[in-house]
């Protein structure tokens, strides 16, 4: 493990991390309250695409976790500053309930395609509309590329794969800008006051939460719920600061040993 750093703040993931679906992880509340009263930075890194950060904030709250609005920083918000940066009209395959966090921008004659989540629209019909466009020189923007996450019924193909999809076909490289992406977790800290070596992360997914923190610079806590698998701390190099069974234990594991 890695030595004791000044830790400044914490980025902690969402789905997987500290819920799956409607279940918060048992204990969870609890372990942030107590985050809650040291004097470091909290804040919420989401690759979420199925819903606006409204709904999920709603959903969070229903399950008595102490949030705010603004310490929630997801892929859809990283998705539309560059949109807006590129001025690109995007064809938007999201979820509907994703939706809500685009209004206002302009979709008309779309000349960029955005993936980010979208069971409901990943049909021959949709995939082959941005197919098209892509060969007609629109960028392909994913909103993130995981291969997979966990329901409440199992493990659950992500945006990844039909991604991948559209760039083997098209002979082109996707922009993606939610986690692992170095750049969405520099954007996570802007507001914090923090540099990467003064912040760790908390999450399920070895690759995109802790491989992607670390490779930014931070220090990396697996957690083995959610879309954990068995081995998945040996998938990346270096390997996480640190593997934990739950939030909870994370949470003990910071408080005893960087704060």
Same mark, same amino acid.
């Given at each position: 493990?890695?030595?004791?750093?000044?830790? #400044?703040?914490?980025?902690?993931?969402?789905?997987?991390?500290?819920?799956?679906?409607?279940?918060?992880?048992?204990?969870?509340?609890?372990?942030?309250?107590?985050?809650?009263?040291?004097?470091?930075?909290?804040?919420?890194?989401?690759?979420?695409?199925?819903?606006?950060?409204?709904?999920? /904030?709603?959903?969070?709250?229903?399950?008595?976790?102490?949030?705010?609005?603004?310490?929630?920083?997801?892929?859809l918000t990283a998705a539309r500053d560059?949109?807006?940066? =590129?001025?690109?009209?995007?064809?938007?395959?999201? *979820?509907?309930g994703a939706l809500e966090d685009f209004?206002?921008?302009?979709?008309?004659?779309?000349?960029?395609?955005? $993936?980010?989540?979208?069971?409901?629209?990943?049909?021959?019909?949709?995939?082959?509309?941005?197919?098209?466009?892509?060969?007609?020189?629109?960028?392909?923007?994913?909103? +993130? #590329?995981?291969?997979?996450?966990?329901?409440?019924? &199992? /493990?659950?193909?992500?945006?990844?794969?039909?991604?991948? &999809?559209?760039?083997?076909?098209?002979?082109?490289?996707?922009?993606?800008?939610?986690?692992?992406? =170095?750049?969405?977790?520099?954007?996570?800290?802007?507001?914090?006051?923090?540099?990467?070596?003064?912040?760790?992360? @908390? &999450?399920? *997914?070895?690759?995109?939460?802790?491989?992607?923190?670390?490779?930014?610079?931070?220090?990396? @806590?697996?957690?083995?719920?959610?879309?954990?698998?068995?081995?998945?701390?040996?998938? $990346?190099?270096?390997?996480? +600061?640190?593997?934990? *069974?739950?939030?909870?234990?994370?949470?003990?594991?910071?408080?005893?040993?960087l704060l």
């Amino acid at each position: 493990m890695a030595g004791r750093r000044a830790l #400044k703040a914490i980025l902690i993931d969402l789905s997987g991390t500290l819920h799956i679906e409607d279940t918060a992880v048992p204990g969870a509340q609890e372990a942030l309250n107590r985050l809650r009263q040291e004097s470091v930075a909290v804040k919420f890194v989401t690759n979420t695409t199925k819903e606006s950060k409204r709904n999920l /904030l709603e959903r969070l709250q229903k399950l008595n976790f102490d949030i705010q609005e603004k310490e929630i920083f997801t892929s859809l918000t990283a998705a539309r500053d560059l949109i807006e940066q =590129k001025k690109h009209r995007p064809l938007l395959l999201v *979820d509907d309930g994703a939706l809500e966090d685009f209004t206002g921008m302009d979709t008309t004659e779309p000349n960029a395609v955005v $993936i980010g989540l979208a069971p409901d629209h990943f049909n021959y019909r949709t995939l082959n509309k941005a197919f098209k466009m892509i060969l007609d020189g629109a960028p392909l923007i994913a909103i +993130h #590329k995981a291969r997979y996450y966990k329901r409440k019924d &199992g /493990l659950a193909l992500g945006p990844g794969p039909f991604i991948t &999809g559209l760039e083997y076909a098209t002979d082109c490289q996707a922009t993606v800008v939610g986690k692992p992406e =170095k750049t969405f977790f520099t954007q996570a800290l802007a507001d914090l006051g923090c540099s990467p070596n003064e912040a760790i992360m @908390i &999450g399920d *997914d070895a690759r995109d939460d802790v491989g992607g923190a670390q490779n930014a610079g931070m220090l990396g @806590i697996l957690v083995r719920t959610g879309k954990y698998r068995e081995g998945d701390e040996d998938k $990346i190099n270096p390997p996480p +600061h640190v593997t934990c *069974d739950s939030f909870p234990a994370a949470v003990e594991h910071i408080l005893k040993n960087l704060l």
